[in-house]
T-cell receptor, first 118, second 111 residues
């Protein structure tokens, strides 16, 4: 089945130790998103890739970076994790067609990676 | 800044009860989406509403988009434990590329 896969499902890191979370998709979607979700809160968009174009949200800390080496894979790098970065990190994909002023796109989410910072 | 406020924030009910979740804003939206997120999983799209006054049904779930397209509601009839999860309304920004979620409603249905 086509899907969005996130690895690992659970990640434990130490305060200040860089960590990378990965996302892969078999949907061949052109847009990939990274969200941060804290307990009982709504997901908050960190950034997204529209094809190869990186789009950062204005309030995303510099500590968070992303890479998309190809259509299928996208990585979230946290350079120096703090205790406040402990959260669920969700990857999502969507197929967005250029030229449309509006599109009712469905985003397909992975199961998330739960990050613990010790 | 466009915001979506959901109410209630938390809801704990018994199996078989009915409930309604509200999603409100002072902004007008071209469309709204509803997602459900089960524990330990990512959100899954339930419905997209695009026309003011529109009503859509998905089995025991009924979604309504307000006439003025500023609000939406989700009504669940005869709730079941499998309905437990975080319900999120959301709207598009960034030309349709980005989704902004509402504040969320955490629903727990007990036997």
């Amino acid at each position: 089945d086509a899907m969005v896969i996130q690895n690992p499902r659970y990640q434990v890191t130490q305060f200040g130790k860089p960590v990378t979370l990965s996302c892969s998709q078999t949907l061949n979607h052109n847009v990939m998103y990274w969200y941060q979700q804290k307990s009982s809160q709504a997901p908050k968009l960190l950034f997204h890739y529209y094809d190869k174009d990186f789009n950062n949200e204005a309030d995303t800390p510099d500590n968070f970076q992303s890479r998309r080496p190809n259509t299928s894979f996208c990585f979230l790098d946290i350079r120096s994790p703090g205790l406040g970065d402990a959260a669920m990190y969700l990857c999502a994909t969507s197929r967005v067609s250029g030229g449309f002023p509006f599109s009712y796109n469905e985003q397909f989410f992975g199961p998330g990676t739960r990050l613990t910072v010790l | 800044t466009q915001l979506l406020e959901q109410s209630p924030q938390f809801l704990s009910i018994q199996e078989g009860e009915n409930l309604t979740v509200y999603c409100n804003s002072s902004s007008v939206f071209s469309s709204l989406q509803w997602y459900r997120q089960e524990p330990g999983e990512g959100p899954v799209l339930l419905v997209t509403v695009v026309t003011g006054g529109e009503v859509k049904k998905l089995k025991r779930l009924t979604f309504q988009f307000g006439d003025a397209r500023k609000d939406s509601s989700l009504h669940i009839t005869a709730a079941q434990p499998g309905d437990t999860g975080l319900y999120l309304c959301a709207f598009f920004t960034g030309g349709g590329n980005k989704l902004t979620f509402g504040t969320g409603t955490q629903l727990k249905v007990e036997l």
